[in-house]
């Protein structure tokens, strides 16, 4: 996705973000521990920008997501949009940074009311932050669903009526009725068709050149993200462990669990894909509930000694913009 010119201030950037729940373990659930979902997490998104969260299940990723526009309360560090700290204000000091903040879910299924018809999922954020009402509002609603690609006549239908991609691009059309200025698209594609996973990452690429947006694209396929993305993070267990420009990261990966990732993408020529090395991780991902000591990666990393296991290693740039986590490096 493109980018626009950037001010020297990001338009969002997290600091030492942290996350934790408390979840049930042992025999018959009776005692407590903490999951450490994100822990110490930081990066900056500028005005324009596309930054592509990429990891396996179960990294954090949407925690992240979900943790920035406070639909889940942090448990320490910062989320500063242009410079104020949202994470600490009130409820009611919360409702105009809402407005300039908005999501698209994964899933088009369990994103939207059954109850509600189109009209009324897209009415409903324009009445709640005092936008437009009554036959504005209808108008401003017929300009989203034109906007999104579908027809002011399908206004009157529930959710059940639409397929998957039509749903998705309903959801689309809810973020974008507050006219925000970031959105977070936690993988937006990924619950849809192939056929129609190319016919969405268009339509937000064509919305963002329109309206100046800015995205953090969440997803577990790093090709996927490689092509929507200026610049790509890497998380695992909780953690940040790689950060660059996305064509930086295609042809230097220094991280190996990064290495891994890029290595399982396919190649279209079959010569090519016949004589490249694969990578493949070996062992199953550590609980977050008792991640490992040190590096969290050095249970499946070829390239693990001994120091591994005493510290974490710190995410340090290495060249310009370009940032890892690992001894090796």
Known sequence: ???????????????????????????????QAILKAVDDVSFAIHKGET?????ESGCGKTTIGRTMIRLYEASGGQVLFQGQNILGLPEKEMLPYRRRMQMIFQDP??????????????????????????????????????MVGLSKEQASRFPHEFSGGQRQRIGIARALAVEPDFIICDEPISALDVSIQAQIINLLEKLQTEMNLTYLFIAHDISMVRHTSKRIAVMYLGKLVELADAGELAKNPLHPYTQALLSAVPIADPIREASRHRIVLEGDVPSPVDPPPGCRFKTRCRMAKPGCAETAPELKEVAPGHRVACFAV
Not at 51 to 55: I, R
Not at 126 to 143: C, F, M, N, P, Y
């Open 109 to 146: 299924y369990s994103s939207l009311n059954p109850r509600m018809t189109v009209a009324e999922i897209l009415k409903e954020p324009l009445t709640i932050h005092g936008i437009a009402q009554g036959k504005e509002a209808t108008s401003r609603v017929h300009d989203l669903l034109r």
């Open 1 to 31: 996705m493109n980018i626009q010119t950037q001010s020297d201030q990001p338009l969002i950037e997290v600091k030492n973000l942290q996350k934790s729940f408390l979840v049930s373990k042992g025999f018959l659930a009776r005692t």
């Open 51 to 55: 930054l592509g969260l990429v990891g």
